[in-house]
Structure formats: C-alpha cells, structure tokens
C-alpha cells in the first residue's frame, strides 16, 4: 500500500560516519517510534510468585523463540514484581489473552495487589509450578525460566521453557493493534 507523504519518512538524513550509524544518534526519533510501533505483537498476562510476593503483569514484548525445545522469549522490565518474583522462583505463567477481554488486561498495567484469591481483582489458582494461574484467561503456558539476558536496555530478555500448556477455550487472541495502546518505540 502506498504511504502519504505524511505518513512516510525516514529516521536519519544522509547516512554521515560510521559512529552515528552505528549509535543511531542522527536518528529522527519520532519516526523510530512510529516505526517500531507498527511492529506485531500480542497482549499476554505474565505471572510469577516468590515465596508470598506475587507478581503479574501486561505484557507484549513476547514471542515463540524455538521449536525444539519448545522456548519463548519475553521483555520483562527489570524493576517490576513479575521480573523479580520469576527471577527468584525461576518459574512463571504466560496467560493469552482473547479479544473481548481488554478489561482483564487493563487489570494488570499497574503495580500487583494480591489478597487471598485474587491478583489486581483477577481469581486465581495454583498451577503445577509456584506461579499463580488465572481463571478467566482462556488458556495459558507453564513456564520454566532458563535464561535471563540481563545486560543491555531498560528491560531484561527471560528465555522460558514451556512446561505444560492449557487451551480451555479457543479464542482470538487480542493483539495492540486492536488496543487504544502503545508500547514500543
Ligand atoms: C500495552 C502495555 C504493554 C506492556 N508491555 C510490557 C512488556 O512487554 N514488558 C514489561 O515489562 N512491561 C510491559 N508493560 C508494563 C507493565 O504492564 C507494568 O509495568 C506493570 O505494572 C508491572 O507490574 P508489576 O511491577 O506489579 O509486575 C506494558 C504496559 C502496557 C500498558
């Protein structure tokens, strides 16, 4: 599809020395944020618990990283409960979540209340590790944690190793670009 003169553009001007490609500091940021916003990516509930510390979180920096075994990689901000709840306990949820579900989502943009039964006001149950599994998210993926990448940006890389996998009910996934969200840029 052909894009306006408005909508198009590009970050930097004539590419200068290697030094500022390779930093990106002649970038255009507004375009780098434009332009990374139009990458793909779904909305997902992370959950993980340490001890009794429960973290759960929205997430969207999430994707399939191997077959075999079967990995997933996540973009889990280092400051949040869920990255250091999974940290220690080495285990988490990665929930999906459908789209007619945006208000369940919306739940855990903020910071994690848990009280007996509820996390962010969302039930839950055990699961076969000590991350919490929530009931009214259509199916969800027990992980083990493998790796976590902690040594470049503002959020680490956890390689998780799926453990087991629960479909109750079929859905459509629910995606940004469906969402009034951003996150990305
Ligand atoms: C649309 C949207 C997508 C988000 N995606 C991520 C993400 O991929 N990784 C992340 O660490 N935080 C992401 N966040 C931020 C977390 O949802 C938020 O920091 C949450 O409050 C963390 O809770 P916690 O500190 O109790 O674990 C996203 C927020 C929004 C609104």
Redesign the pocket.
Known sequence: MPVTGIQAGRSTGALSNDGDIRRGDDMDAKIRQKTLRMLS?G?YV?TARSADRY????????SQASFKPPLIM????R???????LAESHFAVLHIVGDRQQEV?RQ?????RACPGTINGEPFAAGRTAAPVLANLPAHIECGVNKIVDSDGD?AIVILQVLEAECREQVRPLT?AE?P???GG
């Open positions: 990516n909305v992370l973290g759960a979180a929205t997430v969207s920096w999430v996540a973009a889990v901000r400051d949040s409960n869920v990255f250091q709840c989502a855990f943009f903020y910071p994690t959020h940004i969402t969200w951003v996150y």
